[in-house]
């Protein structure tokens, strides 16, 4: 998997959407993970594998589909939160890292891509 490189302070004035333009940079050559697509819902702005979104950038916010014992973890560990689609119930399998969190996202994003590629 391609390095992550360094982009100064995630909290940075636009330095979350340019984190995750290096994200999908870094992951898009990996063969069957697509870009995020233009259009507007829920998803639009996710990496897929297969057709299913496993990261994504919400509210200023990395995203990830992960197994629901690792976010559990994460959660425990505070690194962030379970994801909301602001419908009112965290979602198990979801995780919303914190923006202030020192956790490198390429290898989270591929945890969340070796869990898409296991649900096939």
């Known amino acids: 998997m391609p390095e992550e490189r360094a982009t100064g302070s995630p909290a940075a004035a636009g330095g979350l959407a340019e984190r995750f333009e ?8 990996i063969d069957g993970v697509t870009p995020p697509r233009a259009g507007s819902g829920f998803g639009r702005g996710g990496l897929r594998y297969q057709n299913k979104i496993f990261a994504m950038l919400v509210r200023g916010r990395l ?9 559990d973890a994460l959660v425990t560990s505070g690194a962030g939160d379970r994801f909301d689609a602001n419908k009112g119930t965290p979602m198990r399998e979801w995780f919303s890292l914190a923006p202030d969190s020192a956790l490198p996202w390429l290898p989270l994003a591929g945890e969340a891509l070796e869990f898409a590629r296991s649900a096939r």
């Open 63 to 71: 995203v990830l589909k992960l197994p629901a014992e690792r976010v």
């Open 22 to 29: 290096d994200l999908v940079d870094a992951l898009v050559g």
